[in-house]
């Protein structure tokens, strides 16, 4: 921070919502790093202040409330959050407050080239990549004719757009593509339009 000379952080990190089973490793990982850092003697000779934060999902606000918070606080940094539909509705907030955005798993393409002013940064890799990696996978194992099941937000349909291509490129077939919507428990619907295309995969 400018003001004081201390690097404080803000947690966008899924403590609810339908990603929540990543909180306990992005939480330890986020707090194991700060207590490195400190430890090491912090930054600029003074310890990093870490502020937990809840994502939530995109089924509710939870996300844009704490990135109000952390903005109020004047957090330097905010690191998620997980799910690349949340970070979508947040990273014109973060980025417009001039706020540098460092998350590990949102993976849209959409990202990439997200006008952000160069202050959204991943670490995973996009859907481009996963895709091609997950196509090729299928395709090697001799499979041509294949079904996909995905989860219908930004997340899913790249990934899904990205395996499409790459499985035809390779000149197989999409025979079905089934969306789920976030928070669903039941796949009966989608199971049963791949049993009436028959995929191989």
């Known amino acids: ?26 939480t330890a990982g986020a707090q194991f790093a700060i ?7 912090g930054v600029l000779v003074k310890p990093v202040k870490w ?7 995109t089924t509710t ?3 844009q409330l704490t990135v109000e918070k952390h903005l109020q ?22 980025a417009g407050a001039g706020v540098l955005q460092m998350a590990n798993a949102p993976t849209s393409p959409e990202l ?9 940064w991943r670490t995973s890799p996009s859907d481009v990549l996963q895709g091609r990696v997950l196509a090729n996978k299928v395709t090697s194992d001799g499979y041509q004719r294949v079904g996909i099941i995905v989860r219908n937000d930004s997340y899913g ?37 791949m049993v009436d295309v028959d995929p191989e995969a």
């Open 157 to 193: 349909q790249g990934l899904a757009d990205s395996v499409t291509q790459n499985i035809e490129d390779s000149g197989g077939e999409i025979v079905q593509t089934a969306f789920y919507d976030e928070g669903a428990t039941n796949f009966n619907a989608q199971v049963q339009k």
């Open 1 to 26: 921070d400018g003001a004081d000379g201390q690097l404080v952080i803000g947690g966008l990190l899924p403590i609810t919502g339908s990603l929540s089973s990543l909180k306990p490793p992005e």
């Open 61 to 63: 606000d939870t996300a």
């Open 51 to 57: 502020l937990p934060g809840d994502s939530g999902d």
């Open 73 to 94: 606080a004047g957090v330097d940094s905010i690191v998620g959050p997980a799910s690349s539909g949340v970070t979508l509705t947040v990273i014109d907030k973060i």
């Open 112 to 120: 990439t080239t997200y006008p952000d002013g160069g202050l959204f």
């Open 35 to 41: 207590e490195q850092i400190n430890a090491a003697g």
